[in-house]
């Protein structure tokens, strides 16, 4: 069991934004299943209320509830979809971006819920949002629209291009907003907008999530220079032998990257596709 467990501590540490983000989910769900089982009610704290009664008094929730999930298949396929997705996305784009549009498409996917549900209270009656769903909208929605036809083998349908993929889970979305679940549905909606939003914003140069970015750098650069204090002991080995090597996964990056631009992501190799999966993880 320590080998395990020193196995995923090492695997999170080495591991990017997005093996972070998936091991946070999977903490969260644990642990809220184990204390909810000995101490009650966990999704009081965690989950978002849609009554301004009391989110005033959990305002915290807008966040946790993305990362928060009671039922086994809700958590399973949330984490399926936010590793695919996400793996995909950081083809085009690094950690920083994923980990901003991760946070800021579940807060807008919960404001919008919170906004629906207090506007038109007679036809949804108060409720509670869960699950990462609305910040994977938003991932997929952007991956989607800045990479329409990259292709994605699906089971029993082969190849579909990114593009149909994302339209099919909005319209899917904005459909089931009359099922049971219409309050995780419209959080989607607004996950969905807010990465069509900011891929089209990038496009055209401009960062909308560059000052969130910057918050998260502030308190990461906190948190290195404590790190320093104990690391800055040991003497640097090979240092430019590793920045040798980063220097030239950048450029085998960049490399792929310009193919894919001029011929799609087609044209990759099968030995590029894997080289891409694998350095994509190490950009910051």
């Known amino acids: 069991m320590a080998g395990i ?17 998936i091991f946070i989910n999977s903490i969260v769900f644990i642990l809220g ?42 958590f399973f396929f949330n984490i399926l979809n936010l590793y695919w997705f996400g793996k995909i996305f950081l083809i085009y784009f690094n950690d920083k971006k994923l980990l901003s549009l ?13 906004i629906i549900y207090n506007v038109f209270p007679s036809k949804f009656p108060p409720s509670i949002l869960m699950g990462a769903s609305a910040s994977i909208m938003a991932i997929i929605i952007a991956a989607a ?16 291009k990114l593009i149909y993929i994302g339209l099919f889970s909005f319209i899917l979305s904005l459909i089931l907003i009359n099922s049971e679940n219409a309050g995780g549905n419209i959080a989607h909606v607004g996950g969905a ?16 999530t560059g000052w969130f970015a910057g918050i998260l750098d502030f308190f990461g650069s906190l948190f290195k220079r404590r790190k ?14 590793y920045n040798h090597q980063k220097n030239v996964n950048q450029k085998e990056i960049d490399r792929i990257l310009d193919k894919i631009s001029k011929a799609g992501y087609d ?14 993880n190490k950009n910051d």
């Open 102 to 114: 991760y946070l800021l498409g579940g807060i807008v996917g919960g404001a919008l819920y919170f």
């Open 228 to 241: 320093m204090k104990v690391v800055h002991k040991q003497p640097p080995r090979d240092e430019l032998e």
């Open 267 to 280: 044209s990759l190799t099968k030995s590029e596709k894997e080289t891409l999966f694998h350095l994509s």
């Open 193 to 208: 907008i807010f990465g069509y939003l900011w891929v089209k914003q990038y496009q055209r140069g401009v960062e909308i």
């Open 33 to 74: 299943g184990l204390i909810g089982l000995f101490y009650g009610n966990v999704e009081f704290w965690l989950s978002m209320p849609s009554d301004w009664h009391e989110l005033i008094y959990r305002p915290w929730t807008i966040i946790t509830y993305n990362f928060y999930h009671k039922a086994l298949l809700h």
């Open 145 to 160: 629209v800045y990479a329409p036809n990259f292709k994605v083998y699906m089971v029993f349908l082969g190849e579909v």
């Open 5 to 21: 467990g020193k196995e995923l501590m090492d695997t999170y540490k080495n591991g990017g934004i997005l093996i972070k983000l």
